[in-house]
């Protein structure tokens, strides 16, 4: 009985804070709060009350130091245990603390929760004299308690009225909540809609869902053969079957959020919860409760919406399951198709990820056998794939400063005569992606920072895609000082955009790119527009690439194809091939042929020959096959180290002791220390591990080992990134 020595027997509340600490804190539960896990709670920590999580409760007892009290028990509802264990699972995997995918999980709620509504009730009692207009107003709030003015507006009387009636005692004032009644949802089968394969792979899906646990399945299928409607359709069952059933579907970007939540409120007769950044804080705190409460029984969102506290998972879907957005590269590091995957595994749930051009890993799974793999043939009904097909820039190269061949402008020429639409692709946002003095040769970067300022005409600035930083384009060049020295090297879509509209004045044109459209409001009017065909040409940044359909385009043109290829990373290849495909595919559909010209200084390279030939099984084989030689992903695991810190000597010698104290491990191997491409951001000088692991290596244990036996030194940081996307 050790533990009782030196005090009280107690209840010990371990509380989880939503900030980068390694573990719980532990506090003393007061006697009357009665806590359970996942309770929402206020503790102190230093002087501050914080929110926290109640993790685990134990019997012990006090120790030589007392310890602090649990504070309050806050209103909010609490975590359900299952949010909380992937909670901690998720740190587990990214190889950090819990408090980071905590406060990924807690930020719906920091708007704070709506105010009640003061509205009037009837008492019962009667007025003492009895007009017309009291009547109606007595009336009027027996059919619905109101609020003062919508009462007086309700019965069509002043507002003296009203006030009268409450100062004589007949009516009462009362808080309420506004109330949020769960949405009624039709949810009936439309099986009868789907032709033979979709019905086919809807019923396997339903399958999987009746027969109920975790279930995984790679849903392949080309751009346009009716994925959502398979996925919708299994949500449909499982919502069906269990009156608390809850779905939650994943995109990518919140631009394709909008798309699909159109076609669920459609589909469902009734809106989806939407989640993702640009949904603003209160309207975030009311979903994030009524996921918790069970009222949100659909949920649209980006890879955050992983993390909200659902009660009775029964389905996630990952559409666009390839996309690298899922992986969230900044504060907490992880892959949101991974995460949802093992969410869906601790749930016991089904998850079920779409796309047209999977990830190596997904296809890898499914053809172990650890995957269900439904395909999808072809497109519904009489639309067509594209055609795709090469443009050899050797051969027919633009002006120069122009970047649009002779061949591309032609096929426009004769796709807007036909009163058809045109796509330009270029993942390049801005104008220029350098800009150079033409007096000292000097590129201007960012202050502080090893990248490249980009030009934007529209707004005249200079800005850092990396860091944000921006500053107006200036009249001489910050390092000579020449005056009207500056040129912009190559094209972004402003200034791609900038050709079209000078080689067809008569063309509405339109850019696409993150900068052009913030939040969901204004894609949804750009795409809008291209879909009623009020635009003729649109430039895009992968922003567009996805998901949309545009009726009346026929032509996508590829303005730099090899763009992803330069920089050469574990998935330059893959990711290309990927995008181009998702870019080809916005061409002709709803029963119009389309084709995609894809503009290459190097048409013999795999991907191109791949693309040109339509052959994916011939490209992910190729790839598998060099992923399996170098025992790369999915054949074996990455993680990445980064260090950085503002003094060079002191993180060249960190990372010196780093590598020393790597553990001893068979079956993992490490690469580095060694500068960063990106070896300046924002001051801080960074360098970088790279580790390869064999597939039976618990890299993310092995990971979190290795940063135990280091303390880094004040201002340095390390990161570790199980998965990496990003070299740089
Ligand atoms: P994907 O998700 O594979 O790109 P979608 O589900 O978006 O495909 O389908 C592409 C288009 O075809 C959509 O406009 C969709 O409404 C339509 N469509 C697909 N299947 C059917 C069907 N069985 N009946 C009617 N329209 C369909």
Redesign the pocket.
Known sequence: MGDCVGGQRLRIASVLLPMPLPEAFDYAEPEDMALSVGDQVAVPLGPRLMRGVVSALREGAGGNRPLKPVHARLDDPPLPVSTLAFVEWAARYAADGPGQPLAIALRGLRAPPPRPERVLVVTGKAPARATPARTRVLEAAAREALAGPRLAEAAGVSSGVVKGLVEEGCLRIEERLAERPAPVLDLAPRME???AG?AAAAGALNASLDAGGFSATLLD??????????YLEAAAHALAADPEAQVLILLPEIALTQAVIA?VADRFGAPPGEWHSAVPPPRRRMLWEDVAEGRARIVVGARSALFLPFRKLALIVVDEEHDASYKQEEGFIYQGRDLAVARASLEGCAVVL?S?TPSLESLWNAEQGRYGWLK?GA???T?RLPDIALIDLRQTPPEKNHWLSPPLREAMAATLAAGEQVLLFLNRRGYAPVVLCRACGERLTAPDTDSWLVEHRYTGRLVCHLTGFSMPRPERCPHCGAKDSLVSIGPGVERVEEEARSLFPEATTAIFSSDTISGGQSARELVEAMERGEIDILVATQAAAK?H?FPGLTLVGVVDADLGLRGGDLRAGERTFQLLIQASGRAG?ADRPGRALLQTWAPEHAVMRALAAADRDGFVEAEMELRRAASLPPYGRLAAVVLSGPDPGALEAFARQMASVAPNAEGVEIYGPADAPLGLIRGRRRKRFLVRADRRVDLSGYMAAWRARVKPPGPIRVGIDIDPYSFL
Request: proline residues 0%; positive net charge; charged residues 25%.
């Open positions: 809609r789907l032709n979709q299928g080309v751009t346009g053969s009716g994925k959502t409607e398979v076609r779409a047209a999808l497109r519904h009904g639309a998901g359909n559909r």
